[in-house]
């Protein structure tokens, strides 16, 4: 298998620090420059179906694309550590939170930063309203996160999860732009610096 | 188990087809009414955790939110027919397919409709020139279906998937702001028009 990178991109590290904690070194990595455009060449979305990373090149030639896809691939071959749950409920649960933390947190920053950061403006444009808009509506769902990290160590289980890594990989993208969580949120901190602690957090980087 | 739905919302009608598709008349279905905000009571959001349809009550007090994790759920109790994929290999290409559907097409034509289409002006503010924006975006994913389609029956496998379900339920509810898919992309109608013919469109309409 081949794994089609970026470094520093969030999605590709969402898969890079995955296999970290599963302790998966056997897979290929090939470095794309975004920034340089490399995934909008014709070679490479022939290869991918469409100018995304991260890409994961199977041995048979399929092609998976979408990180929490091939996140989900390599749980398959790979089962232990669990990061996606281990009965229907608590899967269902962990893809819950995946889900809150992606669409309404992670999301939302890596807009922030293309709309906010003027290395990325040639991507999206800079418009720092909308970077606002987005940054203000990733920080109504950290008090979410603030309530539900009171008394646990992970978002959705009693381990980390798809749902830890999806959050703190958006929030160190948003670094870029100088973003940190509100102090005010004491749960969400904590959780964060023990996230940053990891050693798959090196991962990709 | 009870469902929290929303008539005609697209994210609680996801799980309406699923069931339809699945044959599954066991669930309670109790209808929230989000133009008359009843998602935003504090009654509401004490059951949900956030202010979000669907939600999926489970005999045990367990809630799920988020339309996917709930159907993943649902395809645990009910596994015929197989609506995720059979095997890992399968199963990645029909995440990867309903992500992408999901985040290019019906995502942002659900903005289209909230920036673009009165009655919901008062969600999210009425903005035509981000509706266009929402439009076009999602018309680029139709372009990828278009060539994915080529004689093909459904997006990502010999059947129907999540995958189509998350594309067609979110192209019907663009019909809001009359949006139709460009008739240019012949494979994207045909298969349009056979998914809306399917008994299982009628659920939860």
Redesign the interface.
């Known amino acids: 298998m081949k794994l089609y990178d970026s470094r520093r991109a969030p999605n590709p590290r969402r898969v890079r620090w995955f296999m970290a904690e599963k302790g998966m070194d056997d897979v290929e990595i090939v470095d794309v420059d975004i920034l340089q455009g490399e995934h909008r060449t014709p070679e490479f979305r022939r290869l991918a ?2 100018a995304q990373l991260p890409v994961l090149l ?1 041995d048979d030639g ?1 092609v ?3 990180s ?3 996140c ?2 390599l749980e ?2 790979h089962p232990e550590p669990n990061l996606f749950g281990r009965d ?2 608590e ?3 962990v ?2 939170w995946t ?2 933390c992606e669409l309404h947190l992670a999301n939302p920053l890596m807009m922030a930063v293309r709309y906010g950061h003027p290395a990325l403006a040639k991507l999206e444009g800079t418009d720092e309203a909308a970077s606002a808009k987005q940054r203000d509506g990733a920080e109504r769902m950290l008090k ?1 996160l603030e309530r539900q990290l009171e008394g646990r160590e992970f978002i959705a289980a009693d381990r980390i999860t798809t749902a830890d890594i999806v959050a703190v990989t958006g929030m160190d993208f948003a670094r870029m732009i100088k973003w940190r969580p509100p102090e005010t949120l004491v749960n969400v901190g904590r959780w964060y610096e023990a996230m940053r602690a990891r050693p798959a957090a090196a991962a990709g980087m």
């Open positions: 179906g469409m199977l399929t998976l694309t979408e929490l896809a091939i989900r691939y398959a071959l229907p409920k899967t269902a649960v893809e819950m889900r809150r979410h």
